[in-house]
């Protein structure tokens, strides 16, 4: 907790789970629960579940440049993103690397909230922002309850007119429980669901009646880890866990490009002028590595880190690992040499207990076609 200068409202209810509010990002963040993550696993992925993430950074940007801002700090066409309407992005070094991650929400027409993980992007905003008539805020007040899961829109349509006609990336600005809220249909869970963005005086009682209300629907509190299971199916990376920070190549400085992450349909179509840009656009087909799914023989799931193998000769290294007791499948997120990155290629996982026969297998492992997350009504 030495590291930590941000705090949530919630830290004592997380404590009262069983959680010693492990760092991240600067915020004390609820890693562990005093229950197996299994049960919040399932709970998401069959009814829904709640977590505070509010260790993620929030920034409002108004001003009459803040459009221009928003357009030269990231990889999206900021002219198709209208009030009410969010988009996924990313942020480049000018060696054409990536930095972090973000979501732009526009809020009005010379208002957005830039909402980013524990990457470079409050620097990368501050970098375009040098000269012009626009205004940066930091909001820690403003906390993220995340509710995912199915049957999330069910307890939400019981007071909030409307939600179910709220689309994938789109948000509205409400009221729960009497207080006001901007309500995201975004998450990082590859479910459908929603983020709640509330005052952190508010935050407290929001949590304690979705979960007194919820409990006969099944909606548990979950753990900040319990991400880690979710994105391993979905396909949702997390910086710098999956990225050179961790797992730098010999003889040369962090950074992936969009083309290796597989990111790079974060660049809306035919734009330049964002930093990085010309580099992103020189450095398609030189890709060093690319990221890819693993599926491994067996239940064990592979080690953090674990080194994967063909042949003989080392081909790449786990990021992120999971069991699913759904599917009963061991799989993973892997950097991959580019030839190995191709579905059914036979691999070898190196655990610390020993070797565990994998194929190469692409993402995401669930619901490919989103159709979970985007669903209607």
């Given at each position: 907790?030495?590291?930590?200068?941000?705090?949530?409202?919630?830290?004592?209810?997380?404590?009262?789970?069983?959680?010693?509010?492990?760092?991240?990002?600067?915020?004390?963040?609820?890693?562990?629960?005093?229950?197996?993550?299994?049960?919040?696993?399932?709970?998401?992925?069959?009814?829904?579940?709640?977590?505070?993430?509010?260790?993620?950074?929030?920034?409002?940007?108004?001003?009459?440049?803040?459009?221009?801002?928003?357009?030269?700090?990231?990889?999206?066409?900021?002219?198709?993103?209208?009030?009410?309407?969010?988009?996924?992005?990313?942020?480049?070094?000018?060696?054409?690397?990536?930095?972090?991650?973000?979501?732009?929400?526009?809020?009005?027409?010379?208002?957005?909230?830039?909402?980013?993980?524990?990457?470079?992007?409050?620097?990368?905003?501050?970098?375009?922002?040098?000269?012009?008539?626009?205004?940066?805020?930091?909001?820690?007040?403003?906390?993220?309850?995340?509710?995912?899961?199915p049957t999330a829109v069910?307890?939400?349509?019981?007071?909030?007119?409307?939600?179910?006609?709220?689309?994938?990336?789109?948000?509205?600005?409400?009221?729960?429980?009497?207080?006001?809220?901007?309500?995201?249909?975004?998450?990082?869970?590859?479910?459908?669901?929603?983020?709640v963005f509330c005052r952190?005086?508010?935050?407290?009682?929001?949590?304690?009646?979705?979960?007194?209300?919820?409990?006969?629907?099944?909606?548990?509190?979950?753990?900040?880890?319990?991400?880690?299971?979710?994105?391993?199916?979905?396909?949702?990376?997390?910086?710098?866990?999956?990225?050179?920070?961790?797992?730098?190549?010999?003889?040369?400085?962090?950074?992936?490009?969009?083309?290796?992450?597989?990111?790079?349909?974060?660049?809306?179509?035919?734009?330049?002028?964002?930093?990085?840009?010309?580099?992103?656009?020189?450095?398609?087909?030189?890709?060093?590595?690319?990221?890819?799914?693993?599926?491994?023989?067996?239940?064990?799931?592979?080690?953090?880190?674990?080194?994967?193998?063909?042949?003989?000769?080392?081909?790449?290294?786990?990021?992120?690992?999971?069991?699913?007791?759904?599917?009963?499948?061991?799989?993973?997120?892997?950097?991959?040499?580019?030839?190995?990155?191709?579905?059914?290629?036979?691999?070898?996982?190196?655990?610390?207990?020993?070797?565990?026969?994998?194929?190469?297998?692409?993402?995401?492992?669930?619901?490919?076609?989103?159709?979970?997350?985007?669903?209607?009504?």
């Amino acid at each position: 907790m030495t590291a930590s200068w941000r705090f949530s409202t919630l830290a004592d209810r997380h404590r009262a789970l069983g959680s010693k509010l492990e760092d991240w990002s600067g915020m004390g963040t609820a890693w562990t629960y005093d229950k197996d993550a299994d049960e919040e696993y399932i709970a998401i992925r069959t009814k829904a579940g709640l977590m505070d993430v509010s260790g993620l950074k929030k920034v409002h940007i108004t001003g009459p440049h803040a459009s221009h801002l928003i357009d030269l700090a990231t990889t999206r066409d900021v002219e198709k993103i209208y009030p009410g309407k969010s988009a996924y992005a990313c942020m480049l070094n000018e060696a054409g690397k990536f930095t972090d991650d973000c979501i732009l929400y526009r809020i009005s027409p010379n208002s957005w909230m830039v909402v980013h993980g524990s990457g470079t992007g409050h620097e990368e905003l501050q970098r375009a922002a040098m000269g012009r008539d626009v205004s940066l805020r930091f909001d820690d007040n403003l906390h993220d309850l995340s509710l995912q899961g199915p049957t999330a829109v069910d307890y939400l349509a019981k007071h909030v007119p409307g939600i179910r006609d709220l689309n994938y990336f789109h948000h509205m600005q409400t009221q729960l429980f009497g207080f006001p809220v901007m309500i995201s249909r975004t998450g990082y869970t590859g479910e459908r669901g929603y983020e709640v963005f509330c005052r952190g005086q508010d935050a407290g009682t929001i949590w304690d009646r979705i979960l007194e209300e919820g409990k006969s629907a099944g909606i548990i509190p979950c753990r900040f880890t319990t991400l880690d299971m979710l994105r391993v199916e979905s396909y949702l990376l997390f910086y710098p866990y999956d990225n050179s920070q961790k797992y730098p190549f010999e003889n040369e400085g962090p950074g992936d490009t969009l083309w290796e992450l597989g990111l790079d349909f974060t660049v809306s179509p035919g734009k330049t002028g964002f930093r990085g840009a010309e580099e992103h656009y020189r450095l398609k087909g030189k890709e060093r590595f690319k990221i890819y799914g693993v599926l491994l023989d067996g239940k064990e799931p592979a080690d953090e880190g674990a080194p994967v193998y063909r042949d003989g000769k080392k081909v790449g290294v786990v990021t992120c690992a999971m069991y699913s007791p759904l599917v009963e499948k061991s799989m993973g997120i892997a950097r991959l040499d580019v030839d190995c990155a191709v579905k059914d290629t036979k691999l070898e996982i190196r655990n610390r207990s020993g070797a565990i026969k994998a194929t190469a297998q692409p993402l995401p492992f669930d619901d490919p076609k989103k159709t979970k997350r985007t669903a209607k009504g």
